[in-house]
């Protein structure tokens, strides 16, 4: 699958930004069109999950996938937070940040990661979705707890910002438009699908294209990452993943999905999270969390991960 | 010639996510305005950043407002302890605003 | 109707909005995409109004709905303003205001109610675009008219900003799409169709899923609206919509180009007559029109008034 | 070391529409050039507004003008009148300008 | 041709964005849509020309009309530097910069040729955005020598901005997209069709009823145009334009990419450049540059240039 | 109340193309951060400018930075000579700045 991966203009756009950002070019997407088309993307893939389970109904598959979902992200972070402590000689508080984006998830690896697997005639099931809304939040409250463990509650003590995490922005969309699609099913679906499905493949490259600009950009101007720091950031990936990938194949699902549930676990994180630890763990250094997520990782997951999570799911199921 | 009163110019540059602790902090000292205004990229010694990187976490906004000499130190002093984690930039600087009263 | 209505992803999308606003949710759409969207919107019916008038020329039914629009959006306000005075007890500048606002139209209430209707099976003619483009200024003569009544001219005397009002952005927009689409017909307008037409329901949704977060927020923030002005604001459409409605059937308007006049009557503008009173009248409270028309009365008509002036359409035609 | 000459900074912050009023007062009086900065939001007593919710009526700019005192005072003269029923927001610093003759 | 270019819905979205503005109507197109736009569509022809490419293999043809291109951006600034100080009597730093942007290209005219040239079932060959790309920089080296012969080098001395050339956005996106089109071939381009070609005429509209805008109001605020400048702007693409269309053919391209290589010659550059020269040569008037350049040249050569030249590829063909 | 220190406030409206030019200057001279303001149009002797006309050659930026007087002087020599040519204007207000140390 690798070489099907590094042929297909979905990663080809994603390598040329990261070429032309490490050219130092002054090729930008504005602001606005990423935004809109993250929030399209979204939308997208919430419709077309809620279809499909709008014809399979809530069966007791789903349930199952949803709990290891929660569970992991609310799992992980610990294993992260020992591996950033030990290896990466991070402080608590900048390893419970960091542990809390390696056990959240990144929609955007997700969204390629189907993109790719459908493209090789394995498509996960639409449920995965509402797993991927799931799995946004736990691992922030891990994250957190785990950073301020022991901590004195002196000065302005700040607290979870419960609010904030549960209504932000990407979780709103998923599962409303996952809803929206449950409801609408295929008949209603239909009207809207030539934007939404027609055009997602091509949305996606120019997407990639972004966040190559933007992972290569991050990488450079950062001043705090070391070659510990880097390894974790490629170790965790392969952790996580592995775990995830070998829980999915326990649990029953199909080969498809629980190679996504690999590709979930292996995600980490670099929007909902880093807004949430800049709330409730403003000490914690975001020149880190950020690099190591979207520097290191995502880069990552996207070229190697996803194959990778493929072919173990592969070997395993 | 109109009339203008002496009032403060604050300038707050602050991470994007934490500009409503900061319109909160505003609010409970009695400044009853803020306005803010669009930075979009800068440098320091943490590096350099820019608004357009999706991540909102490191985006930067100023919060401008306007204020009293007694309000103003009243912010000064509920955001001094915050300044370091946060890493904000706060300013003062001096103005005179055409029918002021109201500030 | 209202049934398929509340299903249907265009109006769950602008429910998401609502609810994700109402939650305090950071989901935002940023601005540069929504006026995209827009744009396209805008161009999108013009040019399919125009590539149908192509086909059939002008006829005399063309000029009486014509004539009909412009009577509707110059003499709506007038009793608008007398209930906003009578019942809404506001002053006379706000009343008028006000009123200039609900004798013009919303393109988007417009837009959504076409989608809809042609759902049903219900196509209004493609000249009403043409007729929405005519509704949108006459009432901002007649609003100013009523705010100015008896006042003597003091001070900086604010002029009826007449160059603003009949280059506004959309009026420019609508009219020369319009025009392109006339011009180009049918096999011009092949070539750019896939663009326009295909992919139209689709942005209708991700703009709807704006205007509810936009809707809910005035509504949350506004400070300004008292019960009566709710009311006034859900009694205007019903009355202008009833009042468009019966005179679209009386001049023999098709039952679908009927319900569309009746909602041209009922919707209130939003973007062009707001501009236009910050301009002419600056001493009106922008915290009163821009609440009533785009808080309340987008939101009913969206959700209820297509449905209710078809329902009537139908029952007179 | 470089000459610098004293000016005046004035901001005012008002409703986007009526941008272009301010800007033919600006020139009215003679002053040279003005800038207009980007907000993004506010609050105040009339409550808050966002510079991205369609209606363009409720978005504010600052219109950020360099100039003399002289001209600043006949700014405010022909400004002042307006403050009121524009909901505007004028506030006049100092600042020393590089080469700033020619403002 | 020039009358089915006139009620081409592409020219016309061009024609309405000019009167728009010339109205001085507030109709604007935000700044990130457009960005938006271009950036697909270059992305759009890029992709398309390596696709074809990657059919056709590495020509000799190509390298001709490489090497041609390459030639006419080195040497058509002489020429234009010549009228430009003689007929235009602008200074020498100027006139440099001015004959720079005129070796150098626009994209969009490139584009619109396409569209026009392919509706009329002359589709110019697919490495002729190969071409494009190569026109892009070797014009500044030119300029830049001309405006600063003779010139002793006093005071801060601004030197050649070579990195930002050669990286610049548009060069990067052109020739990366145009190489994934050539890795990932028909087959891999499929999956994205949908939303590179589909769409391509409909979002080529909006595009240039913003030029359309961009280009009148460049003219009325220009305080710049002598008589004198407006008719260089126009006598340059079409001596730039005759040579291009005459070499092409005389280097035996088919009669479209002959065509396509005199728009090439014909049109001049508004983004590149300026920034360009901006930065090396700080002294020269963008007032006078950017006005010629996209004030009159561009809507010159949308409106009659393309016609113009695929009518003298024709004859000469 | 907390501590403030004087400092000077420099902005500096440039074409953006310049924008990486200008903040080298600023790291030449130990100046350790600086913001970048989005402005959104604005007019002078040359004429009206648009931020979102296309071409970013036109567009222009407010390049903000809080620094010592010492170092505020050293920007001034360093940039005068380039004021001219590259249309920029200059000016430097009088700020209180809390925790200035670092600055
Ligand atoms: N004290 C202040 N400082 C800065 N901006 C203010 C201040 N007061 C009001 N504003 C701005 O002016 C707008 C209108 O204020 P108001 O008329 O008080 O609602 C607010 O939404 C803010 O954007
Ligand atoms: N007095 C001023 N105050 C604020 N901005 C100015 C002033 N003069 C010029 N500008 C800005 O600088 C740009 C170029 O000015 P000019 O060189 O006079 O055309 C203008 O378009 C404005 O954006
Ligand atoms: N002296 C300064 N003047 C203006 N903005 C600054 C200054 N120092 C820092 N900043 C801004 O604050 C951000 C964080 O600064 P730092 O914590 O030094 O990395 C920078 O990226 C700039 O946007
Ligand atoms: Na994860
Ligand atoms: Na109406
Ligand atoms: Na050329």
């Given at each position: 699958m690798i070489a099907d991966t590094l042929t297909s203009p979905v990663i080809l756009f994603f390598v040329l930004g990261f070429v032309a950002a490490a050219l130092k070019s002054d090729l930008t997407i504005p602001e606005a069109f990423a935004k809109a088309m993250s929030i399209y993307l979204m939308a997208a893939i919430g419709l077309k999950g809620g279809v499909e389970v709008s014809k399979s109904g809530i069966t007791p598959e789903i349930m199952v996938a949803a709990a290891a979902g929660l569970a992991l992200s609310f799992l992980l972070p610990v294993l992260a937070f020992a591996l950033l402590r030990g290896i990466?000689?991070?402080s608590k508080v900048d390893a419970g940040a960091v542990a809390a984006h390696y056990g959240s998830v990144s929609v955007v690896t997700f969204v390629t990661a189907i993109e790719l697997l459908t493209g090789e005639g394995l498509s996960p099931a639409g449920y995965m979705v509402a797993v991927l809304a799931l799995m946004e939040t736990p691992a922030i409250i891990t994250g957190l707890m785990l950073a301020r463990?022991?901590?004195?509650?002196?000065?302005e003590r700040n607290t979870t910002p419960w609010h904030e995490v549960l209504t932000n922005a990407s979780v709103m969309l998923l599962v409303g438009s996952f809803v929206i699609g449950a409801i609408a099913g295929s008949d209603g679906f239909a009207s809207v699908k030539p934007l939404f499905d027609t055009g997602f493949r091509g949305v996606l490259c120019l997407f990639l294209l972004d966040m190559g600009l933007i992972a290569a950009r991050r990488l450079m101007q950062?001043?705090?990452?070391t070659l510990r720091l880097v390894f974790l950031a490629i170790l965790l990936p392969l952790v996580n993943g592995t775990i995830g990938t070998i829980v999915g194949t326990v649990i029953g699902l199909d080969i498809a999905s629980a190679a996504a549930l690999g590709i979930l676990a292996a995600s980490a994180s670099y929007i909902a999270v880093p807004a949430a630890m800049r709330l409730?763990?403003?000490?914690?250094?975001p020149g880190i969390y950020l690099s190591m997520s979207l520097g290191v990782s995502f880069p990552f997951n996207i070229i190697f991960g996803i194959s990778i999570f493929a072919a173990l799911a592969q070997a395993l199921g | 010639m109109v009339q203008t009163v002496p009032r403060k110019r604050i300038e707050i540059l602050v991470d994007t996510p934490l500009v409503p602790r900061i319109v909160g902090k505003l609010k409970a000292v009695d400044i009853s305005g803020w306005s803010l205004i669009h930075v979009d990229s800068g440098g320091g010694r943490a590096g350099e950043w820019q608004h357009?990187?999706?991540?909102?976490?490191?985006a930067k906004t100023i919060v401008l407002a306007i204020a009293s000499d007694t309000n103003t130190a009243r912010l000064i002093d509920a955001i001094a302890p915050l300044l370091d984690s946060y890493g904000m930039l706060l300013t003062v600087g001096d103005v005179q605003v055409v029918r002021g009263e109201r500030f």
């Open positions: 990466g000689k991070l463990r022991g901590e004195s509650a002196e000065g950062s001043r705090k990452m409730a763990l403003p000490q914690a250094d | 357009d990187d999706v991540t909102g976490a490191s």
